[in-house]
């Protein structure tokens, strides 16, 4: 019995904390998403040189901020996760930047 | 005795593991870029090897099987049960055409003798090998993933089906949605980095 209103409380937890997206806000995402390949695909015929490979990876991590806000609802999360989030991939840049850094200029 | 879900709990401990896959294949892409810098005519060589428009195919069928999931936790937020199913049935599908996909396109590679320790690599152009060295082991652990996010969709479907997951309760089916989202964003990377760059 003493449980009805722990098992309530749970529940009303759990709705201030998920924000539920409609499908019509995941569709809009998912029509960015495939525009966006769509333009990173015609942008790769163009030839740019050595401008082809920031061009692509801009358009990429573009779609991967889409996925990562509306899809894994980033967006919506505390403090905890983003700030983890930002900081795997801040570790991620000095990773690849250093190491890059290193190989380029050696 | 009263079961008290820790939601954010079962969520920071499922984005902490998305970290590691993160670093993990962090770690393949400075090789690539490492090797990339210093083979980058070769490295052109190879991506022109690659079947552009299956990649495309790939890239669209995760991006539409992301979409879905992320619905597919919309609708069981809603109660609405057999939206739920039917969209976990339609990602597994569309996994399903990825491996396929894949198969075929790595099939064709094998068929014209490009594969680890084939003798057109051995005796080639050293960039062109570690291209495709990179090529088979990055796109086969992503294969691999996409294998492994397809089992934990199943169980949640499963779960959905026995009513395990439901609308109060659905922090497995979440947690899969992420994984399976996590697989997606690296395809995102892989797909120009592969396919298109060069």
């Given at each position: 019995m003493k449980n009805v209103p722990l098992r309530k409380n749970v529940m009303t937890d759990h709705e201030d904390t998920h924000h539920v997206l409609s499908y019509g806000q995941l569709g809009a995402v998912l029509a960015v998403l495939l525009t966006l390949t769509g333009i990173t695909v015609g942008v790769s015929y163009v030839h740019l040189g050595f401008f082809n490979v920031p061009v692509a990876l801009a358009i990429a991590c573009t779609k991967v901020t889409f996925v990562l806000l509306f899809f894994m609802h980033l967006k919506y999360e505390g403090p905890i996760i983003v700030?983890?989030?930002?900081s795997t991939v801040a570790f991620l840049m000095i990773m690849i930047g250093f190491t890059f850094w290193d190989v380029a200029f050696r | 005795m009263s079961a008290r879900i820790d939601e954010t709990g079962i969520k920071i401990g499922m984005w902490l593991f998305l970290y590691s896959e993160i670093i993990l294949f962090g770690g393949l892409f400075v090789l690539y870029a490492a090797y990339f810098h210093r083979y980058p005519e070769q490295f052109a060589v190879g991506g022109k090897e690659l079947n552009r428009i299956i990649g495309s195919i790939n890239t669209v069928v995760l991006l539409v099987s992301s979409f879905a999931v992320a619905a597919s936790i919309t609708a069981i937020q809603r109660d609405a049960r057999?939206?739920?199913i039917g969209l976990l049935l339609f990602s597994l599908c569309c996994g399903c055409i990825f491996l396929v996909n894949k198969y075929f396109e790595w099939g064709a590679k094998i068929h014209h003798d490009i594969f680890p320790n084939s003798d057109t690599l051995v005796n080639g152009e050293p960039g062109v090998n570690?291209?495709?060295?990179?090529?088979?082991?990055?796109?086969?652990?992503h294969g691999l993933h996409v294998i492994i996010g397809m089992i934990l969709l199943s169980i949640s479907l499963v779960l959905v089906l026995m009513g395990k997951v439901n609308k109060s309760r659905f922090a497995m089916l979440d947690n899969s949605g992420?994984?399976?989202?996590?697989?997606d964003l690296i395809w995102i990377f892989v797909f120009p980095l592969f396919y298109l760059v060069l």
């Amino acid at each position: 019995m003493k449980n009805v209103p722990l098992r309530k409380n749970v529940m009303t937890d759990h709705e201030d904390t998920h924000h539920v997206l409609s499908y019509g806000q995941l569709g809009a995402v998912l029509a960015v998403l495939l525009t966006l390949t769509g333009i990173t695909v015609g942008v790769s015929y163009v030839h740019l040189g050595f401008f082809n490979v920031p061009v692509a990876l801009a358009i990429a991590c573009t779609k991967v901020t889409f996925v990562l806000l509306f899809f894994m609802h980033l967006k919506y999360e505390g403090p905890i996760i983003v700030i983890s989030f930002l900081s795997t991939v801040a570790f991620l840049m000095i990773m690849i930047g250093f190491t890059f850094w290193d190989v380029a200029f050696r | 005795m009263s079961a008290r879900i820790d939601e954010t709990g079962i969520k920071i401990g499922m984005w902490l593991f998305l970290y590691s896959e993160i670093i993990l294949f962090g770690g393949l892409f400075v090789l690539y870029a490492a090797y990339f810098h210093r083979y980058p005519e070769q490295f052109a060589v190879g991506g022109k090897e690659l079947n552009r428009i299956i990649g495309s195919i790939n890239t669209v069928v995760l991006l539409v099987s992301s979409f879905a999931v992320a619905a597919s936790i919309t609708a069981i937020q809603r109660d609405a049960r057999k939206h739920t199913i039917g969209l976990l049935l339609f990602s597994l599908c569309c996994g399903c055409i990825f491996l396929v996909n894949k198969y075929f396109e790595w099939g064709a590679k094998i068929h014209h003798d490009i594969f680890p320790n084939s003798d057109t690599l051995v005796n080639g152009e050293p960039g062109v090998n570690i291209f495709f060295g990179l090529y088979y082991v990055i796109t086969g652990l992503h294969g691999l993933h996409v294998i492994i996010g397809m089992i934990l969709l199943s169980i949640s479907l499963v779960l959905v089906l026995m009513g395990k997951v439901n609308k109060s309760r659905f922090a497995m089916l979440d947690n899969s949605g992420l994984y399976w989202h996590l697989v997606d964003l690296i395809w995102i990377f892989v797909f120009p980095l592969f396919y298109l760059v060069l």
